[in-house]
């Protein structure tokens, strides 16, 4: 018995942030353009992509709740990794750019205008508007074990940190320090790397097969031999396959049981795990005799 993706709630999510971020990019577009302020222009482009990410997330997600077929008898969750590395990618170019951008104003800081009151208005509101969207796509994307939604969360936690910066930017401009623009923008660069890392690192590990972690399995393993008739476990095996976890297990029953008894405890060792764990997408349990000698 396999269990479906909810890609419902994923893409509800994804289209509430496309609509937001579309209308906040437009906002900070018009507020550097009337403000005069090169940061905040720079700001509302980065918005703007997190459209194209978000896009990425939706095509991932309708792709990996797909029912299987013949061509791919085991389902299609690896696409979200898929989606998860190309969205870690446009993160890590995205932190770069704003890293350059840093890079090449502290070495020009002749470019360096002094903005007005609106695009100091226009960070504030991004700022917090792209905390809320970190934190509601994050709580989606742990309430479904989603990669490309948490990732796309890492992106607007990164478009909100490029805020921060254009913030202080501003008011380093307008307190006769512009400098602090573009150091600001290489320490956001950082922490931008470092969250498209995570992203890259989660879903790669994903992709080849991981096992779950030891508490997870230790879990499994008590869940197991807490089922009635079951002698003890002689091996267990997981791999995680995208957001779901793959289960091999081998189990001990009295060996003088009839085959259909041995069978009714597999039965129910397969009921207990995937009723426990929702995360357990599908689990295979062979059946070993239980002798006296093995104990």
Known sequence: MEKSYDSNLAIHVSVVTIIVNFVLSAFK???????????????????????????????????????????HQYGHERMECVASIILAI????TGLAIGKTGVDNIMHPENLAVPGILAMVAAVISIAVKEWQYWYTRAAAKKLNSSALMADAWHHRSDALSSVGALIGILGARMGIPV?????????????????????????????????????????RAAALS?????????????????????????????????????????????????????????????????????
Do not use: W
């Not at 446009?90 to 170019?93: D, E, P, R, T, Y």
């Not at 009635?228 to 476990?233: A, H, M, P, T, Y």
């Open 180 to 220: 602090l623009d573009p150091v600001a923008s290489v320490v956001i660069c950082l922490f931008i790397l470092k969250a498209a890392f995570d992203v890259f690192k989660d879903s790669i590990d994903k992709l080849v097969d991981r096992a779950a972690d030891q508490n997870t399995e230790e879990k499994i």
């Open 29 to 71: 577009l018009a507020a550097g353009f009337i403000a005069s302020s090169g940061a905040m222009i720079s700001d509302a482009v980065h918005s703007a992509s997190d459209v194209f990410s978000t896009l990425i997330v939706i095509a991932g997600v309708k792709i990996s709740s797909k029912a299987p077929d013949k061509e």
């Open 227 to 295: 089922v009635e008739g079951v002698k003890g476990i002689d091996s267990l095996r997981t791999r995680l396959f995208a957001s779901k976890v793959y289960v091999d297990m081998e189990i001990l029953v009295d060996g003088n049981l009839t085959l259909i008894d041995s069978h009714r405890i597999a039965e129910a060792v397969h009921a207990k795990i995937e009723s426990d764990f929702a995360d357990v997408k599908h689990i295979m349990v062979h059946v070993n005799p239980y002798m006296q000698e093995n104990g």
């Open 90 to 93: 446009v993160l890590a170019i």
